[in-house]
């Protein structure tokens, strides 16, 4: 039971979570606005079509969550112990890295993109609006990655006001470009993937600015050194151990990105409205998982920087915390989708075979909020520890000895089994998790705060 004198952990917790949740959640929306907005086009292949392109691109910045999460981590730990020049180091090598995958990928994305859809499949209209939208979109990447390191930075250093304001600002540009391309030029899919790229690199400079607003001096400071600089941010031990981290994160994002592609490139083989109607299901789930992610986003901030500061009392009451209000927003969601989960598909399409399909599946979403929430808490605390070897093989376990066997057994029941085996996917992220970290915390070894 939680104590009384908890409560000042319970405060902060909320403190940090309010902006994360709202910010967090501002990403989803933006993508039902996408949704509706080619939506209210004449024909399901619009929806399809961006969807699968949509997916090909966001599918490396998912990939890439490892810079967001290992930049949360490593900043909070930093922060923890008053070490501004290390922070900012943290910054600087997770911007470079980003820049080289994002451009990396903007150099080969003829054959990337062929191949994507190669494996994607859908209808030839599918096909050639996703390739319309994803030749656009590419073009955003480095924005998009470095924007991950930027804002994984700041929620590191506790600044999730400044979080908030960013994402959005971000994505209402992106939203009023939607609308003005899509509805005012009539550029359909290239109008949002547009619009997209337009507000990512809005994002990045503002983003940019927001860290110069606030460490002006130090930033000044450390250009000024520039062969320490250069020294520091390319020191052997600390680029291995930095690549060591984000390689156990990729593994985990691997994991978790083959599940999700799964979903989408098996639902375009079971045809047009399969697909459209689960890109409005799939955005459902990000309007969870991001809003669930506001409380582990603070979990990650709070868990990194008892760390740093090897206060083992205070980490785990932060865990306690964290656990209750994940419970409690997980249950505000299942209510939602139970009373307005059919008016919120009417607001997004109004093809009437997609959402009567979609309709079917609204239970999954009922779900999915109280049996993911665990994995989505569990993967806060662990970032904040910065302990990814566990979250590594929580994921692969989930992944290979979850989501496909539960798939195989369950794919003649075509789309229901697709939601049936996400649903036991999260499960077990979350039971594994959990199991990991009571064992980790209660065993003859401890929770050894002065490990890195």
């Known amino acids: 039971m939680l104590k009384i004198a908890d409560l000042d952990q319970h405060k902060q917790l909320l403190l940090l979570a309010f902006p994360m949740i709202l910010s967090n959640i501002t990403v989803p929306l933006l993508g039902l606005v996408d949704t509706a907005v080619i939506g209210h086009l004449p024909y399901a292949y619009f929806l399809g079509g961006s969807t699968i392109g949509a997916m090909i691109v966001t599918s490396i910045t998912w990939l890439c969550g490892f810079l967001r999460m290992s930049t949360t981590g490593l900043s909070a730990q930093a922060y923890g112990i008053n070490n501004i020049h290390q922070n900012l180091l943290v910054l600087l090598r997770g911007i470079i890295v980003a820049f080289a995958i994002g451009f990396s990928f903007v150099i080969v994305q003829s054959p990337f993109i062929n191949l994507a859809l190669d494996l994607a499949g859908g209808s030839e209209q599918v096909q050639f609006y996703a390739r319309q939208y994803s030749e656009i979109r590419i073009w955003g990447l480095p924005a998009a990655l470095a924007n991950l390191v930027i804002l994984g930075w700041l929620l590191g250093n506790h600044k999730t006001k400044a979080v908030m304001w960013l994402l959005i600002i971000t994505n209402l540009v992106n939203v009023c470009l939607d609308l003005l391309f899509v509805f005012g030029f009539h550029w359909q899919v290239q109008g949002v993937a547009s619009a997209t790229i337009i507000a990512e690199y809005s994002g990045m400079i503002l983003g940019l600015l927001v860290v110069l607003s606030h460490y002006k001096t130090a930033v000044r400071q450390l250009f000024n050194q520039s062969q320490l600089l250069f020294t520091s941010l390319f020191e052997r031990v600390s680029l291995l151990s ?46 969870i998982s991001f809003g669930l ?71 999954w979403m009922i779900l999915l909020p109280i049996v993911a929430c665990w994995c989505f808490l569990f993967d806060g605390v662990y970032i904040g520890l910065m302990k990814a070897k566990a979250m590594r093989n929580s994921m692969i376990v989930a992944t290979f000895a979850g989501f496909f066997p539960m798939w195989i057994l369950l794919q003649d029941y075509g789309n229901h089994g697709l939601w049936a085996a996400l649903l036991f996917f999260m499960l077990l992220r979350g039971v594994t998790l959990a199991w990991h970290y009571k064992y980790y915390i209660t065993s003859k070894f401890n929770l050894d705060l002065a490990s890195s």
């Open 293 to 363: 992610d506001g409380v582990a986003n603070a979990t990650e901030a709070m868990v990194g920087k008892a760390y740093g500061e090897k206060n083992n009392s205070k980490l785990q009451t932060a865990v306690k915390v964290a656990l209750f209000w994940t419970v409690m927003f997980a249950l505000c969601y299942s209510l939602l989708f139970m009373v307005a989960g059919e008016y919120l598909l009417a607001l997004i399409s109004n093809i009437e075979s997609v959402i009567n399909f979609a309709k079917d599946y609204m239970v």
């Open 242 to 287: 930095y690549f060591k981290l984000n390689r156990d994160i990729l593994i985990r994002t691997l994991c978790l990105e083959l599940c999700f592609i799964f979903i989408t490139f098996q639902g375009a083989k079971l045809g047009d409205e399969v697909v459209a109607a689960n890109a409005i299901l799939m955005n459902f789930l990000l309007l």
